[in-house]
């Protein structure tokens, strides 16, 4: 059996835009940052063999506000630049029933089901309710990145940290630990 990390994109790999205390997906590829410290992170969880996989809500491509190319290009720009190793987008609305919409856990599910990866050994980092719920409904331990935003918070989590950088220290942390 496999290990992953699951994460969130927006919030976690790159730049938010926060607007009156909410975040929100960069609206094309020029607005795209990548976090500082992002790259290293990812490349020392890979390195100690994890599957890194984004799962990410991009719901205004249903809503009609983002077109579905634009989402891909940002996406497609960041596997690019970073060592990802699949993306899992979930273009639907909350109305519109899936279960690839976070808070559901269907897109970890899927990935765990299709790349054999045991989910009690995976962690899932995310900066909104909806990725630690996810993450805790399919088994992972989750890590919160803490940003203060003004909107609903996680009811539960197993970490909190202030960016994927620390959250990787952590989980590599754990890693060593448990082996001694």
């Known amino acids: ?4 990390v699951f994460l969130d994109r927006d919030g976690v790999i790159n730049r938010a835009m926060v607007r ?8 094309n590829i020029t607005e795209v940052e ?26 205004d491509v ?7 190319a634009v989402v891909e ?3 497609h720009y960041l596997e ?17 029933g899936c279960d690839c919409r976070k808070p559901l856990p269907g897109a970890l599910l899927a990935a765990a089901q299709q790349h054999g990866i045991d989910l009690g050994e995976s962690y ?10 996810a993450g805790t409904r399919a088994g992972c331990t989750t890590i919160f990145i803490d940003y203060g935003y003004d909107e609903q918070q996680p009811e539960s989590f197993t970490f909190s940290v ?19």
């Open 80 to 96: 690019n630049c970073l060592p990802i190793d699949e993306f899992r987008t979930c273009y639907h609305d909350g109305a519109d």
């Open 34 to 59: 990548i976090l500082p410290g992002v790259f290293e992170a990812l490349v020392a969880l890979h390195d100690a063999g994890f599957m890194l996989i984004v799962v990410t809500n991009q719901p």
């Open 124 to 133: 899932m980092v995310g900066d909104r309710w909806r990725d630690l719920e």
């Open 62 to 68: 249903a809503r009609g506000t983002t077109p579905l």
């Open 1 to 4: 059996m496999r290990r992953a």
């Open 162 to 180: 202030k960016s994927l950088k620390d959250a990787s220290t952590l989980i590599l942390g754990e890693i060593l630990y448990d082996k001694h």
């Open 20 to 27: 009156n205390g909410k975040p929100y997906p960069p609206a």
């Open 73 to 75: 290009e940002i996406n």
